[in-house]
């Protein structure tokens, strides 16, 4: 898309205008993609980071031939066609089974990405508690230290924190703290492979304490990953 | 009086919201995120899965637990029936989307308002007409710009001719008028063109000439030798056409002959053909609008 479109009437000119650069950014976009061969645990991964990121979200639901470590192109040209500068990738291969890939993008072209495998999922169906309303912004955590020394780690908690920031706000209700998102890097296995990363969602409760500052009560929601860095 | 056992028993009705930590944890809050780095229990997390989750709730519990203790003491306002805690800046730093827009150079108008110092006054986008009591928009659909458009009468100046439609002369002037505006808007784009370039308008639209002037000649099958020049206009050098010479070499004559034979009997297609010239060129533009 080397040529830029002409707007014809105000309408289109508007539409254009917000896509443009600006000095404060709109909220990231992100797009979620399934590769040529899926399976039932990628998709339910899928679905959830959908729900949890909507409605700065868009989710496509046919197949698309695409390896983003290999072949670039198709998804600038997603991301450029959509104005998504975060992108995840869902596939499944005997190679390479339920493989998420989380990336992002500066100026339409990929800026960096991690390729993660889910090795265990609990979708949010299959917990009995109540589901968050669309577009809260969620309590953040990261345990470990390994999320400042390893490389993948850094990456990724940068990519996380990108995904599940929500809207740029200064102000935030008390009340509508209503979920924490915890990401914990286990330790390494004892042949030297990466350890898991465990990423899991609560809903808060936040109880009388008597004093002004409430107790935060925890209930499972959400969906609930075990996740292992392949590459990055 | 002694109070304490009174206090001692109202804490111990409500659980603690104490969280101790050994290294304290790290908090963006204007992120809503809090980075702990303190030591794991690997023991518990390389168990079966229901301590592990067990764990990893306590840890979740506490780490949001912090942050809750630091919210609640942030500065609040109260808004409707719900309050509001602003929030600090964000820390953590995280990429841009799309990089950020560049200056756009300021246009004739605005140079001159900023030199006379001219403010820019609203307008409101309705106006209260009085004779027909009611509020039009100021320009657009039945706007009262337009109302000396279509007058029911309209008077023949004393120095128009007597036979001119006056109705017509003013439907030419509202249209010179916004022919007008759309030239100054060309104007200003292509000035701002070229003060980006880091050229004068004027020597980008010399430029601009001199190509056009290259082309047309070379479209001429004399190179534009023939053609009638201006006045000033400057010697283009290099723009020749090459004849071969009347008496060639055989061999050279058979080559030629047959390549063209070649040519026609394979059919030219995109893959056999390839004019480099035309390939230099557009290897050569690309790589100056990357830059």
Known sequence: MLLKPKAKNARAKRFLVNRDPK?????????????????????????????????????????????????????????????SSLFAVGMHSKKRPHNLILGRTFNYSIL????????????????????????????????????????????LKSILLDLFRGEAADKVSLKGLEYVITVTAGPAGANGETGLVFF???????????????RVELEEMGPSLDLRVRRV | MDVTGILDEHKSRFKTIQVDRLIPAELDLGLLACFDVNMIDESKLRANQKTRDSYLRELSREGAQ??????????????????????????????????????KPMTRWEKFAKIKNIQNKKKSRVVYDEEQGEWRPRFGFKGVNNDDQKPWLIEVPGNADPYEDQY?????EKKERIDKNKRRQQRNFEESVATEKGMKPRDMRKRELQ?????????????????????????VKGLKRKFDPLVKNADKEKSNNMEILNRVAKGESKATVLNVRKAQRAINSAKRSKK
């Open chain 1, 23 to 83: 000095i404060v950014e709109n909220s990231k976009t992100a797009l979620f993609v399934r590769g040529s061969t899926t399976s039932q645990v990628i998709l339910d991964t899928l679905k959830d980071l959908y729900s949890l990121r909507k409605p700065d979200a868009i989710n496509f639901t046919k197949k698309n031939e695409i390896h983003p470590f290999d072949d670039e192109t198709s998804i600038e040209f997603f991301a450029r066609k959509n104005d």
């Open chain 1, 112 to 155: 960096d990405m991690v390729e993660l495998g889910v090795e265990h999922c609990t979708p949010m169906q299959q917990f009995k508690s109540q589901a968050c309303a669309i577009g809260m912004k969620p309590l953040m955590i990261f345990n470990g230290e390994a999320f400042n020394q390893n490389e993948a780690l850094v990456r």
């Open chain 1, 200 to 214: 899991r969602t609560y809903t808060t409760a936040l109880k009388k304490s008597g004093t002004r500052q409430p």
């Open chain 2, 66 to 103: 912090l942050m809750v203790n630091e919210l609640f003491s942030l500065p609040t306002t109260v808004d409707e029936d719900s309050v509001y805690a602003t929030l600090p800046k964000v820390r953590t730093v995280l990429p841009r989307e799309k990089p950020a827009p560049k200056e």
């Open chain 2, 168 to 172: 017509q002369a003013r439907r030419e």
């Open chain 2, 211 to 235: 190509q056009a002037l290259v082309l047309s000649k070379g479209s001429t099958a004399s190179m534009g030798k023939f053609d009638e020049k201006l006045a000033g206009e400057p010697k």
